[in-house]
Structures are given as structure tokens and as C-alpha cells.
């Protein structure tokens, strides 16, 4: 028998957490090593995914598939393609960075802050390589009590409005998805026989129009409010400004990638035709975001809310770049999702490093850190530049790839002329205003006179600080010089997703939306229902 | 033995032991009656290996009152698992509040008799019986601690509003046996057949669905639900939120699937509007509750509207979920109750929200499983609360009823809030110098643990349980 990777990455976390959590109190640095220990295993054992992982074939690799309900059609089904394979070393990637920056930051309950971003990290992972609607929803659910826990136990000031605030948004979001996932499979069962949550399985099919919009839209909400997309964007200030900096650094290099993830996943395979149509609206709300989200970056006066808010913007460019349908819009957004992971994670890394010295994050409270402390500046230095896409690092090549794929898209809708240019024109403007929010921040904190008599005395990055970071800067500059390595992973994958997209649209038959005909067009009658049960 | 007996055999467990237990409160010892709930126990547990044991057995007795099918052993196991909880629960409960005494035992065996029985029960009379051995039973469990204010205005409140309930009950009997000529549930469901819209029946099928509200405590028959909970020695509230509901439920559905399958159309509009109200009223009034017995107390009527979702919904899969979800809320609520009581310290019941205040730092185990218990109520994966619903949910959608399936949801998104304010009082408030309570005595781990080992059995593995639920109501719906 094969050996399961990817089960073995994905619940060896778990194990750890485990384990973790049994541990007797006061064992804290033990804990601390374990936890971190067991997540740097699981990112080693998913190099096994990435070299080997065949970049030429589009399809699921490392396909596990065990039947787990049988007479639902429920089946444990896990797979990698070129859309999940880098979210999934991004997440094992990002995990003993987060844990390590963590050693100072949290010195309260230690074992159970490790269990909880081990638990976490299985819930992240078991998000990307489910191809199973049900194993699917389960990790994303599960995901959201460990990320509540530690927003809300070992948060700031305000943890508890901004955990509950996180948790109620992503449920109200995914308990409509849950509708449409029964609604999906009921369809499905009743047109063609076939019972089943599988993802591949479903995508062959074609939902008629009328409902493909409806469930195209319970399921763009709860990867909208995940992503965030504007107006569903009002939690995230909150979680990461309360949690903890790991909790940050996950939350906005992972969570949030959940929702575009979601979108080239599930909603564009399964629900082409309403994707397509939907597309103007997604554009509009992308849009919105990316300018809203820049200029409200700009008037922030505290660092984390400024990160916070400039991940609105910034992925407002990776929802364009998925809804191009063009190659280059989606290698871009897939390799955008990466990059915001690695500078994002990074700022947050470094704000948090800020914090533990001076318990302030407010901009005013800075100012000539230069000369303190010249190493964390410099890293600061790059960190901006790579997120505000200057040519060299990596934030360039994705939203490189995402405004070309988008002008691409606007030069494929001549029909409607001169205005579709209008998307990929002020989607540049977002670049300047980052520019302006990222630079003018950077030169408030760095630049200057010292103007607090407490920022003399900060000591520059400790060792631990550099090993965290040092790995991070790698992927930014590495990423930025030469993409391929990564890029190339995807291509197959996308290819093979925008034909299908493309065929299962222009097959699509037109129709009114018309919710009773999930049920009229081929409802089961009970009888049938007990023949497809037909396990027992 | 003889075979006409076999049908009555988990109630005769029962009985039987309720017997036994009343000869031994009045041997010595007369100071402690600890071995009596092991007595009892250990006939709850007979019961149900003897439900198991029938599986698939068919039979009837007493002239068809009583009927024995799988239905029925089904629900047999949910309430004597609720049953075991219960007086696991119990012995050292009762003790730290001075209420130890044989009369306990007894009650609640009787009651449990009368929720086997109101399973089995294949006629309205028999039904009938059976809701007064069960509420008269509770009704004086209830006021248990008969020194506590509270205890006796929750058992005069239960009792008043239980006897309003019946009175409707019985005038629906009544009704219908004017209509059909019979109170027979097979003889009414062949008088119903030929098709005629009787008012008189209809009207007697909705005393009857009174009746039934009352003890499901549905909206708009809920209304003594928070005090009685509140008031009630904390087990007994346990029992009457996961048993006494178990066993409307069965009644309800033998009665309105295989009796009133004609007037589906009818009940159904009812029905899908009670749940609505029941799932609303019960979320949205458990939002503004510090108590959490009394919170508790809203989120089970907020759970009846979920089950009701799946007997609007219909068919093996509907009526299916109902009794899945039924297992799955005993064991959910049994816990959760548990955990409350074994925080009780002395006299002073620790059920304001304050009293959880950092609760993870002086009980971390208890705090967690509280907290499993709390996510299984919302429905969260991987616990059973999900599985559960998932199965509500999906029957609701299949049978076309979307939009209740997307109320349900956005309603388990709304409770999800309170449950979790108990999670951040236990994990994210510190504790203010409150007193760690009593250590849990055996039997309370041992209960919760079972609890435990339910909702992570049929939240990981439901497959096989919903199977034997649908085709628990195979026999309802021939």
C-alpha cells in the first residue's frame, strides 16, 4: 500500500495537539518544542507532496479514498491538484513560523494555546485536499474553534467581542452553504441516480440555471464573508487586531485564502454559468475592496489595524485575478494567495515583535527607529516593498499576473467597450495607494528623530525573531526572482479548470431562477431514496 | 416464556424493578439509600440490553394496546439511556443536597416505565396512561426538594399546566373516538383511509397535537419550560429535557404517521409553522438568559423546532433524523445538565453564568467537556449535534422544504452565540476567587464520559444508528 501523506499530514498536527493537550501543567517548554517540532515534521513530510507532484497532470494527485458512509455517498476522499497544492505547504509553512514567534508572546496556558493551533492546522489542511462536499464542510467547521480560542483567550483587550464577532459571521456565512451543499446532493441524486457528496463526481454535472444561481450564491457568501470580500469585511478588523500575533499571522496568511480557495474550488467548477454571470457584481465588490480597504490602510493610526485592513485590499486583487478566467488571472491569483500569506504573515510577525517591546502598536508612538534598531528596520523595508509589489519580490508577480489576466479579460469583452478596461485600471490604482499607505507608515516608524525617549532602549531582533523571519524573506525574494518553481505547479491545474469552466457554461441551458425545481426537476420518492440507501 | 409476553418485556424490566426498588426502600438501611439507585440502574440497563436483544422483533399485546416493533425498541434505548444518565447522576447529587431518600428511585422508574410504555403504546388510552405514569411521576420529582421555594413552584407550575394539557388531551381522544368509533390507532388510521375531512376529527387531532406540544414543550405550549427546569432538582430537569421529550416524540409520530397519514397535508402547514416559532421563540429568548439552567431550558425548545423540522419533512429519512436526533440529544443534554450539576456546591447551585467565570483554570476537564457538550448543541463537527442536524437539515431539503432548512440554519447560527458565551466565561474570564467545587464523584465521570463517548460515536460514525432509526419507522410508515 501507498504511503498516505496526505492524511499523514494532515492529521499528524492533530496528533500532536493530542498529546499535547494530556500533558501534565508546567511543562512548559517541552510543550513549546513539541508543538513546534510536530509541525515542522508535517511541513517536512509535505515537501514529500511537492517534489513529488507531477506539474504536467491537471488531475488529483495523491488521491486517498476510503468509503466512510457508504449509503450517502459519503466517502473520505482527499487529493491535491496544482489550485491546493501550494495553499497546503503555504499552511505547513506558516504553521512552526507562527508557533515559534509565539515562544514570548504567549506565556499563559501554553499547552492549550499549542493544541489549539495544532488542531487548527489540521482544520486548515483538511480544508484544502477534502474532496468531499461533507469531509469538506466538516474541517471547515471544525477549523473555527481553535481560531475562536485563540482570538478570544489569548487576544487583546477586546478578544471577546472580536471572537464572537468572528465566529458568528463565518457561521452565519457557512450554515447557508450547508443548505446548498443538501441541496446540491438531492439535486444531483434525483436527475442522475447518483447520490454523492464527491467533488469530482458532482463537477462532471450541470446544474440547470435557475438553481446553479441560487446555490452559486450561498456559496459565494460564505467564501465572501471568509475571503473578506466588501461589505462583509467588518470581523476582520476586529480578529486581527485582537489576536494574538500568531493567531494574526494564521488568520491572514491562511484563513482568509479559505475563501478565494473556496471560490476557484467550488464555486467556478460547480457553478460556472452563474459564476460567469455573477462575474460583473464579484468584479464590483473586488473593486470596492481594494480601493476602500487601501484608503482605509492610510488612516489607520494603529499598525495592526493597517495590516489588517490593507488584506482587504489585497485580496480584493486575488478575487479579480480568479474571476478573469484567465490563465494569468488565476496563476496570479493562486500565486497571490501565496505571496499575501508570506508578506502579510511577515508585517504581522513584525508588528507583533514591536509589540512585545513597547505594548503599543500606534504609529504616533514610533518614529526614527532606524537608528535603534537597524536590522528589524530593514526587514520592515522589504516586507512593505514586497506588499506594495515592487518589481524584484515576490507581491509583483502576482499582481503582475492578475492586471495582465485582467486586461486580458476586458480585451476578450469588446462588445462592451471602453468601460471593462475601467476594472483593470482602477484595480492598478490599488497599487499606488498601497504604496502610499505602506511607504508613508514606514516612514512615520522608521524614518526620522526619535521621538519617544522609550524607543531608545529597544534591543534589535534575537535570534529566534531572525529564524522566523529568515525563512519568510527567503519565499519573498525567491518567489519575486524566479516564480517558476512555484507557478509551474499550477498551470496544468488552472488550464484544466478554465476548459472546464468553459464547456460546462456553454452547455448550460438557460433558465429562470425557480427554487421549487430543485425539488420538481427530479425529486426522489421516498421509495428511490431507500434504493439509494441501498448499502444496508 | 410465554410468547405473548415477549412484546411487553422492556416494560416489564421496568416495572418490575420499580417494584423491587419500593420492597427494598423498606429494608434496612433505612439512613442511606445509595444501593438503590445502583438497583435501579441496574434495571434501566437490563431494559435496554433487553431492547437490544428484540431488535427486529414484531409482536403486540393486550388486544393490540401495546405493540412491540422496532420503532418502539429504539425508542426504548434513548430513554434508558437517558434513564441511566439520570441515576448515574443521582446517587451523589442527592446526597450533598439532603434529598436522598427511596422515593426517588422509584419515581424515576415509574416515570421511565410510563416513557416505555407511551413508545410501545398502539392505543390512545394506552397513550393516554402512559402521559400520566410518566408526568405525575415528574411532576412530584420535580418539587423534589420539597424545602426549596423554587422546587415547589416548579412542580405546581408543571402540574397545573401539565393537567390544563392533558384536559385537551383527553377531549381530542374524546373527538376522535366520536369520529372513528374507536380509540385503536390502526382502527382510526382505517376509519381515516376512506377519506373523508371529518372536522370532528380534525379538530380532534389538533387537541391531540396540544397535548403532545405540552409535553415536547413546543412554542406555543413552552411557556413552563424555563421554570421547571429552573426549579427541578437538576437530574430530574435532565430527565424530563431528554426522556419525557423522547417519549412525546414517539407518541407524536406513531400517532401522526401511521394513525393521520390521510391528513399529512394538513398536519404538515401546522407543523412547519410550530417549528419556526418553536426554533425562534426558544433561540431568540435563550439569548437574554444569565441562568443557564434556564438557557438550557430555551435551547431545548429551540431543538424540539429542529425535530419538528424532520416530522414536517416526512418520509424514512425525516422521521429518521427525529430519532437519531433524539439519541443524539440525550446524550448532548444529559451531559451538559451533568456537568452543571456536578458543579453544584452544597446548596448553592451554581447555574448563573458568573459562576463559570474561568472555570477552565479550577476544573479544566470539566470546563472542556461542558464546552464539547455546548459545540455538539450547536452543531458543530465533528460532534454528533452536527451529524444530527445535518440528517434534519437534509431531509428538509429533500423533501423540498428549503427555506425551512434555511431558517433552521440561520437559527443554529444565532443560538451558536449563547452557547458560546458559556465557553467565554469558562475560557476567557478569569476567575474572580470562587471555590473550586466538590470532586465528581465516579458514577457523575462515568456518566459524562458515556455522554462523551456518544456524541463523538454518532458525530464520527452516524451511518450505521441513522440505518437503524429509518428503519426503526419502517413500520410507522407501511
Same mark, same amino acid.
Given at each position: 500500500?501507498?504511503?498516505?501523506?496526505?492524511?499523514?499530514?494532515?492529521?499528524?498536527?492533530?496528533? %500532536?495537539?493530542?498529546?499535547?493537550?494530556?500533558?501534565?501543567?508546567?511543562?512548559?517548554?517541552?510543550?513549546?518544542?513539541?508543538?513546534?517540532?510536530?509541525?515542522?515534521?508535517?511541513?517536512?513530510?509535505?515537501?514529500?507532496?511537492?517534489?513529488?507532484?507531477?506539474?504536467?497532470?491537471?488531475?488529483?494527485?495523491?488521491?486517498?479514498?476510503?468509503?466512510?458512509?457508504?449509503?450517502?455517498?459519503?466517502?473520505?476522499?482527499?487529493?491535491?491538484?496544482?489550485?491546493?497544492?501550494?495553499?497546503?505547504?503555504?499552511?505547513?509553512?506558516?504553521?512552526?513560523?507562527?508557533?515559534?514567534?509565539?515562544?514570548?508572546?504567549?506565556?499563559?496556558?501554553?499547552?492549550?494555546?499549542?493544541?489549539?493551533?495544532?488542531?487548527?492546522?489540521?482544520?486548515?489542511?483538511?480544508?484544502?485536499?477534502?474532496?468531499?462536499?461533507?469531509?469538506?464542510?466538516?474541517?471547515?467547521?471544525?477549523?473555527?474553534?481553535?481560531?475562536?480560542?485563540?482570538?478570544?483567550?489569548?487576544?487583546?483587550?477586546?478578544?471577546?467581542?472580536?471572537?464572537?464577532?468572528?465566529?458568528?459571521?463565518?457561521?452565519?456565512?457557512?450554515?447557508?452553504?450547508?443548505?446548498?451543499?443538501?441541496?446540491?446532493?438531492?439535486?444531483? %441524486?434525483?436527475?442522475?441516480?447518483?447520490?454523492?457528496?464527491?467533488?469530482?463526481?458532482?463537477?462532471?454535472?450541470?446544474?440547470?440555471?435557475?438553481?446553479?444561481?441560487?446555490?452559486?450564491?450561498?456559496?459565494?457568501?460564505?467564501?465572501?464573508?471568509?475571503?473578506?470580500?466588501?461589505?462583509?469585511?467588518?470581523?476582520?478588523?476586529?480578529?486581527?487586531?485582537?489576536?494574538?500575533?500568531?493567531?494574526?499571522?494564521?488568520?491572514?496568511?491562511?484563513?482568509?485564502?479559505?475563501?478565494?480557495?473556496?471560490?476557484?474550488?467550488?464555486?467556478?467548477?460547480?457553478?460556472?454559468?452563474?459564476?460567469?454571470?455573477?462575474?460583473?457584481?464579484?468584479?464590483?465588490?473586488?473593486?470596492?475592496?481594494?480601493?476602500?480597504?487601501?484608503?482605509?490602510?492610510?488612516?489607520?493610526?494603529?499598525?495592526?489595524?493597517?495590516?489588517?485592513?490593507?488584506?482587504?485590499?489585497?485580496?480584493?486583487?486575488?478575487?479579480?485575478?480568479?474571476?478573469?478566467?484567465?490563465?494569468?488571472?488565476?496563476?496570479?491569483?493562486?500565486?497571490?494567495?501565496?505571496?499575501?500569506?508570506?508578506?502579510?504573515?511577515?508585517?504581522?510577525?513584525?508588528?507583533?515583535?514591536?509589540?512585545?517591546?513597547?505594548?503599543?502598536?500606534?504609529?504616533?508612538?514610533?518614529?526614527?527607529?532606524?537608528?535603534?534598531?537597524?536590522?528589524?528596520?530593514?526587514?520592515?523595508?522589504?516586507?512593505?516593498?514586497?506588499?506594495?509589489?515592487?518589481?524584484?519580490?515576490?507581491?509583483?508577480?502576482?499582481?503582475?499576473?492578475?492586471?495582465?489576466?485582467?486586461?486580458?479579460?476586458?480585451?476578450?469583452?469588446?462588445?462592451?467597450?471602453?468601460?471593462?478596461?475601467?476594472?483593470?485600471?482602477?484595480?492598478?490604482? %490599488?497599487?499606488?495607494?498601497?504604496?502610499?499607505?505602506?511607504?508613508?507608515?514606514?516612514?512615520?516608524?522608521?524614518?526620522?528623530?526619535?521621538?519617544?525617549?522609550?524607543?531608545?532602549?529597544?534591543?534589535?531582533?534575537?535570534?529566534?525573531?531572525?529564524?522566523?523571519?529568515?525563512?519568510?524573506?527567503?519565499?519573498?525574494?525567491?518567489? %519575486?526572482?524566479?516564480?517558476?518553481?512555484?507557478?509551474?505547479?499550477?498551470?496544468?491545474?488552472?488550464?484544466?479548470?478554465?476548459?472546464?469552466?468553459?464547456?460546462?457554461?456553454?452547455?448550460?441551458?438557460?433558465?429562470?431562477?425557480?427554487?421549487?425545481?430543485?425539488?420538481?426537476?427530479?425529486?426522489?420518492?421516498?421509495?428511490?431514496?431507500?434504493?439509494?440507501?441501498?448499502?444496508? | 416464556?410465554?410468547?405473548?409476553?415477549?412484546?411487553?418485556?422492556?416494560?416489564?424490566?421496568?416495572?418490575?424493578?420499580?417494584?423491587?426498588?419500593?420492597?427494598?426502600?423498606?429494608?434496612?438501611?433505612?439512613?442511606?439509600?445509595?444501593?438503590?439507585?445502583?438497583?435501579?440502574?441496574?434495571?434501566?440497563?437490563?431494559?435496554?440490553?433487553?431492547?437490544?436483544?428484540?431488535?427486529?422483533?414484531?409482536?403486540?399485546?393486550?388486544?393490540?394496546?401495546? @405493540?412491540?416493533?422496532?420503532?418502539?425498541?429504539?425508542?426504548?434505548?434513548?430513554?434508558?439511556y437517558?434513564?441511566a444518565l439520570?441515576?448515574l447522576l443521582?446517587?451523589?447529587?442527592?446526597?450533598?443536597?439532603?434529598?436522598?431518600?427511596?422515593?426517588?428511585?422509584?419515581? @424515576?422508574?415509574?416515570?421511565?416505565?410510563?416513557?416505555?410504555?407511551?413508545?410501545?403504546?398502539?392505543?390512545?388510552?394506552?397513550?393516554?396512561?402512559?402521559?400520566?405514569?410518566?408526568?405525575?411521576?415528574?411532576?412530584?420529582?420535580?418539587?423534589?426538594?420539597?424545602?426549596?421555594?423554587?422546587?415547589?413552584?416548579?412542580?405546581?407550575?408543571?402540574?397545573?399546566?401539565?393537567?390544563?394539557?392533558?384536559?385537551?388531551?383527553?377531549?381530542?381522544?374524546?373527538?376522535?373516538?366520536?369520529?372513528?368509533?374507536?380509540?385503536?390507532?390502526?382502527?382510526?388510521?382505517?376509519?381515516?383511509?376512506?377519506?373523508?375531512?371529518?372536522?370532528?376529527?380534525?379538530?380532534?387531532?389538533?387537541?391531540?397535537?396540544?397535548?403532545?406540544?405540552?409535553?415536547?414543550?413546543? @412554542?406555543?405550549?413552552?411557556?413552563?419550560?424555563?421554570?421547571?427546569?429552573?426549579?427541578?432538582?437538576?437530574?430530574?430537569?435532565?430527565?424530563?429535557?431528554?426522556?419525557?421529550?423522547?417519549?412525546?416524540?414517539?407518541?407524536?409520530?406513531?400517532?401522526?404517521?401511521?394513525?393521520?397519514?390521510?391528513?399529512?397535508?394538513?398536519?404538515?402547514?401546522?407543523?412547519?409553522?410550530?417549528?419556526?416559532?418553536?426554533?425562534?421563540?426558544?433561540?431568540?429568548?435563550?439569548?437574554?438568559?444569565?441562568?443557564?439552567?434556564?438557557?438550557?431550558?430555551?435551547?431545548?425548545?429551540?431543538?424540539?423546532?429542529?425535530?419538528?423540522?424532520?416530522?414536517?419533512?416526512?418520509?424514512?429519512?425525516?422521521?429518521?433524523?427525529?430519532?437519531?436526533?433524539?439519541?443524539?440529544?440525550t446524550f448532548?443534554?444529559a451531559g451538559?445538565?451533568g456537568?452543571?450539576?456536578?458543579?453544584?456546591?452544597?446548596?448553592?447551585?451554581?447555574?448563573?453564568?458568573?459562576?463559570?467565570?474561568?472555570?477552565?483554570?479550577?476544573?479544566?476537564?470539566?470546563?472542556?467537556?461542558?464546552?464539547?457538550?455546548?459545540?455538539?448543541?450547536?452543531?458543530?463537527?465533528?460532534?454528533?449535534?452536527?451529524?444530527?442536524?445535518?440528517?434534519?437539515?437534509?431531509?428538509?431539503?429533500?423533501?423540498?422544504?428549503?427555506?425551512?432548512?434555511?431558517?433552521?440554519?440561520?437559527?443554529?447560527?444565532?443560538?451558536?452565540?449563547?452557547?458560546?458565551?458559556?465557553?467565554?466565561?469558562?475560557?476567557?474570564?478569569?476567575?474572580?476567587?470562587?471555590?473550586?467545587?466538590?470532586?465528581?464523584?465516579?458514577a457523575?465521570r462515568l456518566a459524562l464520559a458515556i455522554a462523551l463517548w456518544g456524541i463523538?460515536q454518532?458525530?464520527?460514525?452516524?451511518?450505521?444508528?441513522?440505518?437503524?432509526?429509518?428503519?426503526?419507522?419502517?413500520?410507522?410508515?407501511?
Amino acid at each position: 500500500m501507498k504511503l498516505p501523506i496526505l492524511s499523514l499530514v494532515t492529521f499528524l498536527p492533530l496528533l %500532536g495537539g493530542v498529546v499535547i493537550a494530556l500533558f501534565p501543567r508546567g511543562r512548559e517548554a517541552l510543550v513549546r518544542w513539541l508543538a513546534f517540532l510536530v509541525s515542522t515534521a508535517a511541513f517536512a513530510l509535505s515537501l514529500l507532496l511537492y517534489f513529488g507532484f507531477d506539474a504536467g497532470s491537471p488531475d488529483y494527485q495523491f488521491v486517498e479514498q476510503v468509503r466512510w458512509m457508504p449509503s450517502f455517498g459519503i466517502s473520505y476522499h482527499l487529493g491535491v491538484d496544482g489550485i491546493s497544492l501550494l495553499l497546503v505547504l503555504l499552511t505547513t509553512f506558516l504553521s512552526p513560523l507562527a508557533l515559534l514567534s509565539s515562544w514570548r508572546a504567549v506565556e499563559v496556558r501554553v499547552k492549550e494555546f499549542a493544541a489549539s493551533m495544532l488542531l487548527l492546522e489540521t482544520g486548515m489542511l483538511g480544508v484544502f485536499v477534502s474532496l468531499d462536499l461533507f469531509l469538506f464542510y466538516i474541517f471547515w467547521e471544525a477549523m473555527l474553534i481553535p481560531m475562536y480560542l485563540i482570538i478570544g483567550v489569548w487576544g487583546g483587550p477586546a478578544r471577546i467581542y472580536a471572537a464572537i464577532k468572528f465566529i458568528l459571521y463565518t457561521l452565519a456565512g457557512s450554515v447557508l452553504m450547508l443548505v446548498a451543499i443538501l441541496a446540491l446532493y438531492f439535486h444531483h %441524486g434525483g436527475v442522475t441516480g447518483i447520490y454523492t457528496f464527491d467533488l469530482p463526481l458532482l463537477t462532471r454535472y450541470v446544474v440547470p440555471g435557475g438553481i446553479q444561481l441560487w446555490l452559486f450564491l450561498a456559496f459565494a457568501v460564505a467564501f465572501a464573508i471568509k475571503v473578506p470580500m466588501f461589505p462583509f469585511h467588518t470581523w476582520l478588523p476586529d480578529a486581527h487586531v485582537e489576536a494574538p500575533t500568531a493567531g494574526s499571522v494564521i488568520l491572514a496568511g491562511v484563513l482568509l485564502k479559505m475563501g478565494t480557495y473556496g471560490f476557484l474550488r467550488f464555486c467556478l467548477p460547480l457553478f460556472p454559468q452563474a459564476s460567469l454571470a455573477a462575474t460583473p457584481w464579484i468584479f464590483l465588490l473586488a473593486l470596492i475592496g481594494i480601493i476602500y480597504g487601501a484608503w482605509v490602510s492610510m488612516v489607520q493610526p494603529d499598525l495592526k489595524k493597517l495590516v489588517a485592513y490593507s488584506s482587504v485590499s489585497h485580496l480584493g486583487f486575488v478575487v479579480l485575478g480568479l474571476f478573469t478566467l484567465t490563465p494569468q488571472g488565476i496563476v496570479g491569483g493562486l500565486i497571490q494567495m501565496v505571496n499575501h500569506g508570506l508578506s502579510t504573515g511577515a508585517l504581522f510577525l513584525l508588528v507583533g515583535i514591536l509589540y512585545e517591546r513597547r505594548h503599543t502598536r500606534l504609529i504616533a508612538e514610533f518614529g526614527g527607529l532606524w537608528q535603534v534598531v537597524p536590522a528589524f528596520s530593514a526587514l520592515l523595508m522589504i516586507v512593505a516593498l514586497s506588499s506594495l509589489g515592487l518589481p524584484g519580490l515576490n507581491g509583483f508577480v502576482g499582481e503582475f499576473l492578475i492586471l495582465v489576466g485582467a486586461f486580458a479579460w476586458a480585451a476578450n469583452l469588446s462588445a462592451a467597450g471602453p468601460p471593462a478596461y475601467l476594472v483593470p485600471v482602477l484595480a492598478t490604482s %490599488g497599487i499606488i495607494f498601497a504604496a502610499v499607505y505602506l511607504l508613508w507608515m514606514y516612514q512615520r516608524v522608521c524614518f526620522g528623530e526619535i521621538t519617544a525617549e522609550a524607543n531608545r532602549g529597544l534591543t534589535d531582533l534575537t535570534r529566534r525573531e531572525w529564524a522566523v523571519l529568515l525563512p519568510v524573506l527567503l519565499f519573498i525574494v525567491w518567489i %519575486g526572482v524566479y516564480p517558476r518553481p512555484f507557478t509551474g505547479k499550477t498551470e496544468a491545474s488552472v488550464q484544466a479548470l478554465i476548459a472546464q469552466v468553459q464547456s460546462k457554461a456553454a452547455a448550460a441551458a438557460p433558465a429562470q431562477p425557480d427554487l421549487q425545481r430543485i425539488h420538481a426537476s427530479g425529486a426522489p420518492t421516498p421509495s428511490a431514496w431507500g434504493a439509494g440507501l441501498g448499502g444496508r | 416464556m410465554d410468547a405473548a409476553l415477549i412484546p411487553l418485556l422492556p416494560l416489564l424490566v421496568v416495572g418490575g424493578t420499580a417494584l423491587l426498588v419500593i420492597v427494598l426502600d423498606l429494608l434496612p438501611p433505612r439512613d442511606r439509600k445509595g444501593h438503590l439507585g445502583v438497583v435501579a440502574l441496574a434495571g434501566v440497563v437490563m431494559a435496554l440490553l433487553v431492547s437490544l436483544g428484540l431488535w427486529g422483533r414484531e409482536g403486540r399485546a393486550f388486544r393490540g394496546m401495546v @405493540v412491540l416493533d422496532n420503532f418502539a425498541l429504539f425508542l426504548d434505548v434513548v430513554i434508558c439511556y437517558a434513564a441511566a444518565l439520570v441515576l448515574l447522576l443521582s446517587t451523589d447529587y442527592l446526597r450533598r443536597n439532603d434529598g436522598e431518600r427511596g422515593e426517588y428511585y422509584i419515581l @424515576v422508574l415509574l416515570s421511565t416505565l410510563g416513557m416505555v410504555l407511551m413508545a410501545a403504546a398502539a392505543d390512545l388510552i394506552v397513550i393516554f396512561l402512559a402521559l400520566e405514569l410518566m408526568s405525575l411521576s415528574l411532576y412530584v420529582l420535580a418539587g423534589f426538594f420539597r424545602g426549596r421555594l423554587a422546587a415547589a413552584e416548579a412542580s405546581m407550575k408543571y402540574f397545573l399546566l401539565g393537567a390544563f394539557a392533558t384536559g385537551f388531551f383527553i377531549y381530542g381522544i374524546a373527538l376522535i373516538y366520536g369520529a372513528t368509533g374507536s380509540t385503536a390507532l390502526d382502527r382510526i388510521a382505517a376509519a381515516t383511509r376512506a377519506g373523508t375531512r371529518d372536522p370532528l376529527l380534525l379538530v380532534g387531532l389538533g387537541l391531540l397535537l396540544v397535548g403532545f406540544g405540552f409535553k415536547i414543550s413546543s @412554542v406555543p405550549f413552552h411557556m413552563w419550560v424555563p421554570d421547571v427546569y429552573e426549579g427541578a432538582p437538576t437530574s430530574v430537569t435532565a430527565f424530563i429535557a431528554t426522556g419525557s421529550k423522547a417519549a412525546g416524540f414517539a407518541a407524536l409520530l406513531r400517532v401522526l404517521l401511521s394513525t393521520f397519514k390521510v391528513s399529512q397535508p394538513d398536519w404538515t402547514v401546522l407543523l412547519w409553522v410550530v417549528a419556526v416559532l418553536t426554533m425562534t421563540v426558544g433561540n431568540v429568548v435563550a439569548i437574554a438568559q444569565s441562568n443557564l439552567k434556564r438557557m438550557l431550558a430555551y435551547s431545548s425548545v429551540a431543538h424540539v423546532g429542529y425535530m419538528l423540522i424532520g416530522v414536517v419533512a416526512g418520509g424514512a429519512l425525516g422521521a429518521g433524523s427525529v430519532l437519531f436526533y433524539l439519541l443524539v440529544y440525550t446524550f448532548t443534554t444529559a451531559g451538559a445538565f451533568g456537568v452543571i450539576l456536578l458543579l453544584e456546591r452544597g446548596r448553592r447551585e451554581a447555574v448563573d453564568l458568573d459562576d463559570y467565570a474561568g472555570l477552565a483554570g479550577r476544573h479544566p476537564v470539566l470546563a472542556l467537556t461542558l464546552a464539547l457538550f455546548l459545540l455538539s448543541l450547536i452543531g458543530m463537527p465533528p460532534t454528533a449535534g452536527f451529524a444530527g442536524k445535518f440528517y434534519l437539515f437534509g431531509a428538509a431539503v429533500r423533501s423540498g422544504y428549503i427555506w425551512l432548512a434555511v431558517i433552521a440554519v440561520l437559527n443554529s447560527a444565532v443560538a451558536a452565540y449563547y452557547y458560546l458565551r458559556v465557553v467565554v466565561y469558562m475560557y476567557m474570564r478569569d476567575t474572580e476567587g470562587l471555590p473550586t467545587g466538590p470532586a465528581p464523584s465516579f458514577a457523575g465521570r462515568l456518566a459524562l464520559a458515556i455522554a462523551l463517548w456518544g456524541i463523538f460515536q454518532l458525530g464520527l460514525l452516524p451511518a450505521p444508528v441513522l440505518d437503524l432509526a429509518q428503519a426503526a419507522v419502517a413500520p410507522l410508515l407501511r
